[in-house]
């Protein structure tokens, strides 16, 4: 068996599955059926929802505080579903490296910690159901699946490589920051979307027709955690604190676009190798697109699916500066002129 081909075709099918997997999650919360199904892992004690009359009652009984809404239920299990493949497939992955672990370029820690991230997020799957829909539960799977995908991304770009440009050490740092007000900027929105704080400011380049508005509680909005036994559903805040939430995830888009704007033309003045000025257009488009798509999302009163591609705006977003990270992560080659000036 070809361990090594076996290997990459789980990487682009955990990759392409992880990206709908992100973009399901979006469309089941942004469409209220967090709680489809008030179990886990089943869907009112069955793998399948049933379709017989007489056994769905049943079924209902066992969870009276819930009334089962079959829409919100077959979402909530078609993405449970998804998110079970993507886990089997990181786990062949995983299976893949181990038994090829001797190849030269082979990684192995790498996959099996992959398979750690996605243990660890079916948990916070299970924990988003049993408690309630917490928004720092809600918040940390949105970050689990973002990191699953990404890492992914790292293995296949990893994966493909054979003979990367040679960039100097010190040029990948200002990507990694670039990268990190990113993430910041990603947990904002989903800080934003778990407390239902998408629309507190339903006017855009305002916010409530100030500039900066007079009523947002930020010390309040900004609390990770809260009481057990809470049902979060449609958020528990005060409109002061949502104002507060989505005010600072619009502040920190403004930030998140310049950083990203300027460490693209910054890498493309330092290096214009055509690895890297694919890297950076790629990089600009996205994030433009992003910003498009969020003003859009707020100007036309939340949408679904100009919500839900707002979500998936953010994951391409990652995508492209993982892809520019790795372009530019590589260690420089040895210069020869000292050995040339010498004859040796």
Not at 105 to 115: F, G, K, T
Not at 254 to 276: C, D, G, H, N
Request: proline letters at 6%; one cysteine or more.
């Amino acid at each position: 068996m070809n361990y090594a081909a076996w290997y990459r075709r789980c990487l682009w099918t955990g990759a392409s599955l992880a990206l709908v997997v992100i973009v399901l999650g979006a469309y089941v919360r942004l469409s209220d059926a967090g709680l489809g199904c008030p179990d886990w892992p089943g869907c009112y004690g069955h793998l399948v929802l049933p379709g017989d009359p007489e056994i769905r009652a049943a079924a209902q009984s066992d969870f009276p505080h819930r009334e089962l809404e079959a829409g919100k239920a077959w979402r909530e299990m078609v993405h449970r579903y998804a998110a079970t493949t993507l886990g089997l497939s990181i786990l062949l992955a995983a299976l893949f490296a181990w038994l090829h672990r001797r190849a030269p370029r082979q990684p192995v820690a790498a996959p099996l910690a992959l398979l750690g991230v996605v243990v660890f997020q079916g948990m916070l799957g299970m924990w988003t159901v049993t408690l309630l829909l917490k928004p720092l539960i809600v918040l940390g799977h949105l970050l689990g699946g973002l990191t699953t995908l990404g890492l992914l991304a790292w293995l296949l770009l990893a994966n493909r490589q054979r003979n990367p440009d040679r960039q100097p050490r010190e040029f990948r740092w200002p990507v990694v920051a670039a990268l990190l007000v990113l993430i910041g900027q990603i947990a904002l929105g989903g800080w934003t979307s778990s407390n239902y704080a998408a629309l507190a400011c339903p006017d855009v380049p305002t916010c409530q027709g100030q500039w900066w508005p007079a009523e947002a509680n930020f010390a309040e909005g900004f609390v990770l955690w809260r009481g057990l036994g809470v049902n979060y559903e449609f958020g528990v805040l005060d409109a002061p604190a949502r104002v507060a939430i989505h005010f600072t995830h619009r502040l920190g888009a403004l930030l998140t676009l310049a950083v990203l704007v300027s460490t693209a033309l910054w890498a493309r003045r330092r290096s214009p190798t055509p690895r890297v000025r694919k890297a950076t257009t790629l990089v600009i488009a996205a994030v433009l697109l992003q910003v498009a798509i969020g003003v859009a999302t707020v100007w036309f009163g939340l949408p679904l699916p100009i919500a839900t591609a707002h979500n998936g705006g953010a994951a391409l977003l990652l995508l492209t500066m993982i892809n520019l990270l790795h372009v530019t992560a590589t260690r420089a080659a040895p210069t020869l002129a000292p050995a040339l000036a010498t004859g040796r």
